[in-house]
Every structure is written in C-alpha cells, then in structure tokens.
C-alpha cells in the first residue's frame, strides 16, 4: 500500500520513488543506459515482451528513457534491489479506459520474486494515483512464470489475444488478465510499499 500520498497530479507524480520491502521503484535516467541496455540485451527478456527489440543497444534505452520522460500515457520504473538494477515495470495509460501493466527483469534476477514485488508497488501506485477501476495486464501463454506473478497480485483471467512482438517480428498467444480495484482494495495489505519523497 503506498501510504502518504497527497492529491497531485501525474506530472507531480513522476518523479517520486516506491519503495517496496526489497526494492526500489524510480525513474530512470539517461545514467541507466548502460544497465537497462545490458538486462534487455537478451533473446530470453526480449521474446516476453512484446516492445523490446533484440538486440538491445544503448541508443534503445536512452531513445526510450526520452521517450517516456516526454510522453504523459506512461509511468515507468526502473528497478533496483540492492546489488543494483534488476528490470523494469510500468504502468501505460495511452488507451483511456485500459491501462496495462508491464514489466521485466534481467535474466540473472528471475526467481527471486522480484517481478512481483515489483509489481505490486507499480499496482498500488496505480491505484492510489489514477481513478481507473481497472488494470490489465498479459503474459504469452508460453510464460507461466509471468502469468504466475500476475496471479499472485489478484489479476483474474480474461482470455487470449494475439499480440505483435517486436523481437520475434511476429504475432503469439497472450493469456490476458486484469484486476479491478475492488480486488485490489481487498488483497492490498500484500505490502507496504510506500512512496519517498
């Protein structure tokens, strides 16, 4: 539960960070290109999400940090534990009505159970920043680590869809979830995931 909030806007809302028992969710900068180059740069990260191209260079990473830094649809986070940075999740709003949660870690990190820590900290920022009743989110069927954290967080099934991915050049199955915030409400002492100032 992020905890302290004060009523402000989105733009107000971005720079802050969540913290969760383990992790830390910030922003990333152009200091990160060479971390989040590195953790994307693998066909394994790549074929689980269907933005990231592969390979990833550096100019991808700060061609995105720009990108989201200027673009109001999208709140995004970098991950970091304490040995550093582990992936990345956010939130994308650019379809009023359907925000969708993403996320992915670096190889090395999977296993841990930082994906759904992580997650849920963007969740509960979610729902304590926006008035959406609903967030969705998806998995390729052939993930069932992915659809996993997402079940672990209350996400219901919805179905399947085909979805584009950049780095298979192709479209896939994707398992489609979504939680509402009546769900959300009941499983939020998951948590405590705050936010500092």
Not at 102 to 128: N, P, V
Request: glycine residues 8%; proline residues 4%; neutral net charge.
């Amino acid at each position: 539960m992020l905890q302290d909030f004060s009523s402000v806007t989105l733009r107000e809302a971005r720079p802050s960070v969540v913290a969760t028992e383990r992790l830390t969710l910030r922003r990333p900068t152009l200091a990160d290109v060479r971390t989040i180059a590195r953790l994307a740069n693998d066909r394994r990260v790549a074929e689980n999400t269907r933005r990231l191209p592969h390979p990833y260079s550096q100019d991808d990473a700060a061609e995105f940090i720009r990108a989201t830094a200027e673009l109001g649809s999208e709140t995004v986070f970098l991950i970091e534990h304490d040995s550093g940075p582990v992936g990345m999740v956010g939130i994308d709003c650019s379809k009023p009505g359907n925000a969708e949660l993403g996320y992915w870690l670096g190889a090395e990190h999977w296993g841990q159970g930082f994906a759904t820590e992580a997650a849920r900290g963007a969740i509960d920022f979610f729902f304590e920043e926006f008035e959406d009743d609903h967030l969705h989110a998806g998995a390729r069927v052939t993930n069932p680590a992915s659809r996993k954290v997402l079940e672990k967080c209350g996400f219901q099934w919805s179905g399947v869809q085909l979805h584009r991915f950049l780095a298979l050049g192709s479209s896939t199955p994707v398992d489609c979830f979504r939680l509402s915030r009546g769900v959300w409400a009941s499983l939020k002492s998951w948590s405590s995931a705050r936010r500092v100032r």
